[in-house]
């Protein structure tokens, strides 16, 4: 499914010449809900996976973090301080502390300093106050993976369509470190829910060792689980990799040697946006990169995050009004469409409902 579109900023001679000429791997393209709705909802929550659901996406997306006690949550990140209201907790007050974690100094409280139990005595926050407000501050709790797969099969149920999960591994070798490996305990998780044992799954992790032990796993199990190796900025380095001295670096993967290398274990990447078609100096797209088309060469599909529907996140195209935070749905949908053009397979929205929009018109 190509898609022409001209757009702000661009003639429709140039989207001819340098948009139209790549096709999805994918039978379909996907809307992956970014950590569900959270354009709408605090993100990792039952809520934001149910506005997720009801608007439309193919997959939710968990984050997942592991607690004191083993369990694995639904978290952007270990550490809680933006997104819990944990510094309102003072019988907590004593686990604020600074931990080295993917080589980075970091301030807050963290998973892996509590139990299950205690993490359910504290409240989500929305991470963007400022943007999108606080209407739903203290109203939800942190989930765990087990019941947000039990979520999903009820809504599953109900609509009567497949809902896909897409976990993402956070932390892999900071947790393994802590005697907290995440691995296995997804994979047991994966299997001991009759849901996820015919669902659609896609585990995905920023770094390389994991997704390797997870295809050797998978080799030898009834799991119908892909794996999708996500890309971050190009000159950093996985953080496996980083903490083994090696010299690996995001740039050199995203080369058909490295793509090559990445399809003997993933059967997608996970590219930001801006390395599919980056921005030029004055904040508007620019001209497309060979990304996408070398890794469809290399068997690869192409998931990329995240669309965000506020101006703040967007090329400058698309924005609607002169506010950096005001929402833009409709550039949104425009910008998601010049990136439909583009042949990638799949894409992380904080708004699925935008998302499904922009695939509709798409399609039309």
Excluded: C
Excluded at 142 to 154: C, K, N
Excluded at 206 to 235: C, M
Excluded at 343 to 359: M, N, Q, V, W
């Amino acid at each position: 499914m190509a898609v022409s579109v001209a757009g702000p900023g661009l003639s429709a001679g140039e989207s001819g010449s340098s948009l139209r000429d790549e096709q999805p791997l994918a039978a379909k393209v996907l809307v992956l809900a970014h950590r569900g709705a959270s354009a709408l909802r605090p993100e990792h929550t039952l809520a934001a996976y149910t506005q997720a659901i009801v608007d439309g996406a193919d997959y939710i997306e968990p984050d997942l973090v592991a607690t004191r006690d083993g369990y694995l949550v639904a978290r952007h990140e270990n550490n809680i301080a933006e997104t819990t209201d944990v510094a309102a907790h003072p019988e907590f007050a004593s686990r604020h502390t600074t931990k080295v974690i993917d080589g980075q100094q970091v301030t807050g409280w963290f998973t892996e300093d509590f139990t299950l139990a205690e993490l359910k005595t504290l409240r989500a926050r929305e991470r963007l106050p400022a943007v999108r407000g606080t209407h739903y501050d203290g109203q939800f709790q942190i989930p765990t993976l087990d019941e947000i797969i039990d979520f999903t099969a009820a809504q599953s149920s109900v609509l009567g369509r497949p809902i896909g999960l897409i976990p993402e591994i956070k932390h892999s070798t900071y947790f393994r470190k802590h005697g907290l490996a995440m691995e296995d305990r997804l994979l047991q998780i994966l299997q001991a829910h009759a849901y996820t044992r015919t669902a659609p799954v896609e585990i995905q992790s920023f770094e390389v060792g994991n997704l390797k032990y997870l295809r050797e796993r998978l080799r030898h199990s009834a799991l119908r689980v892909r794996l999708l190796q996500l890309l971050d900025a190009p000159e950093q380095q996985p953080a496996d990799v980083l903490a083994a001295g090696g010299s690996l670096t995001y740039a050199e993967m995203e080369r058909p040697q490295g793509l090559a290398a990445i399809a003997r274990y993933a059967d997608a990447i996970g590219p930001s946006t801006r390395q599919i078609i980056p921005l030029r100096p004055d904040g508007r797209l620019g001209l497309p990169t060979s990304l996408v088309r070398d890794a469809h060469r290399a068997g690869l599909e192409v998931h990329v995050y995240t669309f965000r529907p506020e101006n703040m996140f967007m090329a400058r195209d698309f924005w609607q009004g002169s506010s950096s935070l005001a929402r833009s749905p409709e550039g949104s949908v425009s910008e998601i469409r010049r990136y439909l053009a583009t042949g990638i397979d799949a894409f992380f929205t904080d708004d699925p409902a935008l998302g499904r929009e922009a695939l509709a018109h798409g399609q039309g």
